[in-house]
């Protein structure tokens, strides 16, 4: 009972609540995923138990063990009695989550192994409608995720269980057999495309709040399906090329660097100087550094801007085009070793959708802001001159940081003031992808100031097989050019000579 007496009364609510999983509890691992669910379903608005947003999960990420009231009932009811309708109510729950499980949008969910975050946006979509038929005046409270906390709970299920009043749960979930169609319905409104092309993208570490807010959105938007099946013809083939990681060795020379591994007779000899757990702590984690012969051959740093037009002359198609061409781009160019983000503009230029960074760097371990790209809407008018005077002054004050490639994805009228563009020429490489209205021709008078520009016409935006075909050479090419540019100016100027 002295672990009890530690807990907050919130931690006693929402942990003893798992003595009536009907998923199985007895995984540690889950049971701290299924605290960060059940935080976040309660920071978005949804008042669930913890043992719901656990078990739920569980059913769609097909982690349960088994579906049906757990073996120690006649204990739980030992420590506080709920009378017979209480095990009937939780051999249909454990029903329900046994149907959840054989869903179409489970069995995708599995396959595309998205992260914590993406699931408890589909949490929030499925449990939804339910919450809000729920008229009880119990508010449930956020928990700290504490794994020493979470396993003292699970040895003492039972007593935590009968520490406090559980009428509450026991209420949710007889509600939610009630309404069971309603969240039967509620996932079965889930896009099978979005939450593959999330799979395809990638998710890795924390996805901040207002990211959860415009991946709501996705859901809720008819418009992005036309985008998310777009880039589900383009990305497979996107993804199918990684930059390999080449090695210059220097066996005769001396080192050439230090490196996180390597043979102790190369071992930084200052690593020595720890004391023995330090050291022995460093060690199991991968931490010691040793010199090396071998340095990886890195290409220069270099960031690439996806600029992709948003006012009111990219709409239907074009829009549908430039936004999936955007998500390709960004994600090939982190494949290859480089950083990218994707940025709107219309009458001003927004913040960047960057890809996070990941543990092992942006090597394509990162992710993209895939929802923000698909959920974004800007105001509709349009100032060019102002938007690249804008990209012109940052470009200035980051021109020693890196080099720089600008990726314009518009329209044939998109007019900018050529001094504005030699501005920018200054500082970075700036490409252009003009899409073009089904009579006219492009005649800008800075294309030839451009480093490479491409052409996609109407006909193609209108053929979904020509549309991906014509992405893809784009994808391509930018590819090629990028390429190019990571080669140092002496090795490229002997090359093309």
Request: net charge negative; glycine share 8%.
């Amino acid at each position: 009972m002295v672990a009890i007496s530690s807990m907050s009364q919130a931690e006693v609510r929402a942990l003893g609540g798992l003595a009536i999983s009907c998923a199985g509890a007895g995984e540690a691992s889950l049971g701290m995923r299924a605290l960060a669910w059940y935080n976040t379903l309660l920071r978005l608005g949804l008042n669930v138990p913890l043992v719901v947003a656990h078990d739920v999960g569980a059913a769609l990420l097909g982690l349960g063990t088994s579906y049906g009231p757990p073996r120690e009932l006649s204990q739980l009811q030992a420590f506080q009695p709920m009378g017979p309708e209480f095990a009937a109510a939780l051999t249909a729950y454990g029903a329900l989550l046994d149907e959840i499980a054989k869903t179409d949008v489970a069995e995708q969910i599995q396959k595309s192994r998205i992260d914590d975050a993406v699931l408890t946006t589909l949490l929030t979509r499925a449990l939804g409608p339910v919450v809000d038929r729920w008229r009880a005046s119990a508010v449930f409270e956020p928990v700290p995720i504490n794994a020493e906390t979470l396993t003292q709970a699970q040895i003492l299920l039972p007593q935590v269980w009968g520490a406090v009043d559980r009428r509450v749960e026991v209420n949710f979930i007889a509600h939610l057999v009630q309404h069971r169609l309603h969240l039967l319905l509620g996932i079965e409104q889930i896009d099978l495309d979005t939450v593959e092309l999330l799979g395809l993208v990638g998710q890795d570490g924390s996805m901040p709040e207002t990211e959860l807010v415009d991946l709501l959105a996705v859901f809720n938007s008819p418009e992005a399906n036309d985008v998310v099946n777009f880039s589900l013809d383009i990305l497979p083939s996107v993804l199918e090329t990684r930059r390999g990681g080449g090695q210059q060795v220097f066996s005769v020379d001396g080192y050439s660097g230090v490196v996180p591994h390597g043979s102790f007779d190369s071992l930084v000899l200052t690593e020595l100087a720890h004391d023995d757990d330090l050291f022995e702590q460093r060690f199991m984690d991968r931490e010691l550094l040793f010199y090396a012969h071998e340095a990886q051959d890195r290409p220069p740093p270099r960031s690439f801007q996806i600029l992709v037009d948003a006012s009111a002359s990219m709409r239907g198609a074009r829009a549908v085009f430039a936004r999936g061409l955007a998500i390709a781009l960004a994600k090939r160019m982190t494949l290859q070793g480089f950083e990218a983000s994707v940025r709107f503009f219309d009458s001003r230029l927004y913040e960047p959708m960057r890809l996070r960074r990941g543990r092992q760097g942006l090597g394509g371990a990162g992710s993209l802001h895939v929802a923000g790209i698909l959920a974004f809407k800007g105001e509709h008018g349009r100032n060019y001159a102002r938007v690249f005077s804008q990209l012109a002054a940052e470009l200035d004050r980051a021109r020693e940081r890196s080099a720089v490639t600008v990726y314009v994805i518009t329209h044939a009228e998109c007019h900018v003031p050529v001094d504005l563009v030699r501005r920018i020429r200054e500082s970075a490489e700036m490409c252009g992808v003009f899409m073009l209205p089904s009579r006219g021709a492009l005649d800008l008078e800075y294309l030839p100031m451009l480093t490479l520009h491409e052409v996609v016409t109407d006909a193609a935006l209108k053929d979904r097989s020509e549309r991906a075909t014509r992405a893809l050479s784009i994808v391509e090419a930018a590819t090629s050019e990028a390429r190019r540019e990571s080669i140092p100016p002496r090795a490229r100027a002997e090359a093309e000579g």
